[in-house]
């Protein structure tokens, strides 16, 4: 096995290392079979009776390293140089002999066909070799691919596992602290279930991502309170770490709102969009709830830390605001990071 795979090295370089065009090729095939005559004729004591010997390794050489038609010229040429030196009578393209006639025409039907064989050979190896070049490629991507997911992993538990400790110290709702914990594992299972893999970047589509991410919002937590939510996301390629940070946001800011806007089944909505605009993606969700109450603490204050956090890795800013009648704004800008060049580890 090792020598096949270093004969074929050889080949291949050899090959590589040759002219292309035809006239070359032609050319360098003319000195090859001129230079096999020259052998046969120094040999001729030993071989005058095989006088097409010498030609067959020629022809496959020449059929391997080049093509079929460089072939078939070394296969007519070695013809014409057996019959005219080697073949009675000599000096003449007439063949005497009937049964010299007849090994000449076996010869040149097994050259045509070594020819052919070879040829077919060569390109089956080129075939396999550009195969598995290219398996070897996918192999590596996909290694790289796991190699970030699991980055990915481990940092996003990390966050978590911090986000459950300072919960766990600024929450005396254990409740509390398993839900919030559920919602952003969820988020964690939307961007990795949409993960695609383009060009070496592991990418998220934002329209899939956060449409499905208020889809679930919508069966789990509003059920039949006569709240309606509703998404108008563009289709903006996101990287994975961007995904995370904007569906937790996404997934803080809604859930919020349906806890704390609509209180004693109350009717309204809930309006997320996401966009570009500019150089920048603009995050905005809008309800029209009883806005924002200071003299009635909502929540702990965690989820607000939590994406405020979020936000400046994003490397923008979060602004919540009441709107003038009824409900409040909450905006997201950030600016979109080229593909792999993540502003989120």
Not at 71 to 90: I, Q, R, T
Not at 92 to 110: H, K, N, Q, S, T
Not at 217 to 227: E, K, S, T
Request: contains cysteine; hydrophobic residues 45%.
């Amino acid at each position: 096995m090792n020598r096949a795979r270093g004969m074929e090295k050889v080949l291949r370089r050899l090959s590589s290392s040759l002219p292309r065009s035809a006239w070359a090729r032609y050319g360098i095939t003319l000195l090859l079979v001129g230079l096999t005559a020259m052998v046969r004729y120094m040999l001729d004591p030993l071989l005058y009776k095989y006088p097409f010997l010498v030609f067959i390794p020629t022809i496959f050489l020449i059929s391997i390293v080049f093509d079929r038609g460089s072939g078939f010229l070394a296969v007519a040429l070695s013809g014409l140089c057996s019959a005219w030196l080697f073949m009675k009578p000599e000096g003449a393209l007439w063949i005497e002999e009937p049964g010299d006639r007849l090994a000449f025409l076996i010869y040149m039907a097994l050259g045509f066909g070594i020819a052919a064989v070879a040829d077919a050979l060569h390109r089956a190896n080129e075939q396999l070799r550009l195969s598995w070049d290219q398996l070897s490629a996918v192999n590596e991507e996909k290694d790289l691919m796991l190699h970030e997911i699991l980055h990915r992993i481990r940092n996003d538990l990390q966050q978590i596992c911090a986000q459950l400790m300072l919960a766990a110290r600024r929450s005396e709702n254990p409740q509390d602290i398993v839900g919030g914990t559920i919602e952003r594992i969820g988020v964690l299972a939307r961007v990795y279930v949409r993960l695609r893999r383009v060009e070496g970047v592991n990418i998220v589509n934002s329209k899939e991502f956060l449409e499905s991410l208020v889809e679930d919002l919508q069966l789990g937590l509003v059920g039949v309170r006569p709240v309606a939510v509703n998404a108008e996301v563009e289709d903006v390629v996101l990287d994975m770490g961007v995904a995370i940070a904007v569906g937790t946001i996404a997934n803080e800011l809604i859930t919020n709102a349906l806890k704390y806007a609509f209180p004693d089944g109350r009717s309204g909505r809930i309006d997320l969009s996401f966009r570009r605009e500019g150089k920048d993606c603009v995050l905005r969700v809008c309800d029209d709830g009883v806005g924002i109450l200071s003299d009635q603490p909502q929540g702990t204050g965690l989820g607000g830390k939590i994406m405020q956090q979020l936000a400046q890795q994003l490397r923008g800013g979060l602004d919540i605001q009441p709107l003038p009648e009824e409900g409040v704004k909450a905006t997201l800008r950030f600016p979109l990071p080229e593909p792999g060049k993540s502003f989120v580890h």
